[in-house]
């Protein structure tokens, strides 16, 4: 019954920015941590922030940082991945992640183009 249902996704022009929403419900969201994935076309697919339970605590990987930041919204059972300055190396699937399972989203698609 848990739930993870990412959204926000599109088509954008480098330098854009946009805010994901990673909603949820079937736990209790306020006492774990979440991951933030992307997948790209032909490449593994790799974390790109993660926010723990007692944030503001978070980590980014090192292509993204200065420019993702990754709030949350306990009240709301949300995690948000905002990115400003999309690059088209952004491009990718962005997967929501409960921290230490394997329960994922389905995904949002995210494309970065001229």
């Known amino acids: 019954q848990v739930q993870l249902v990412e959204s926000g996704g599109g088509v954008v022009e480098p330098g854009a920015s946009l805010r994901l929403s990673c909603g949820t419900s079937g736990f209790t969201f306020s006492n774990v941590g979440m991951f933030w994935y992307r997948q790209a076309p032909g490449e593994e697919r790799e974390l790109v922030a993660r926010?723990?339970?007692?944030?503001?605590?978070?980590w980014y990987a090192d292509s993204v940082k200065g420019r993702f930041t990754i709030p949350r919204d306990n009240a709301q059972n949300t995690v948000f991945l905002q990115r400003n300055n999309l690059k088209p190396e952004d491009t990718a699937v962005y997967y929501c992640?409960?921290?230490?399972?394997?329960?994922w989203g389905l995904g949002t698609r995210v494309t970065v183009s001229a």
């Open positions: 926010i723990d339970s007692n944030s503001p605590n978070t």
């Open positions: 992640k409960i921290r230490k399972t394997n329960c």
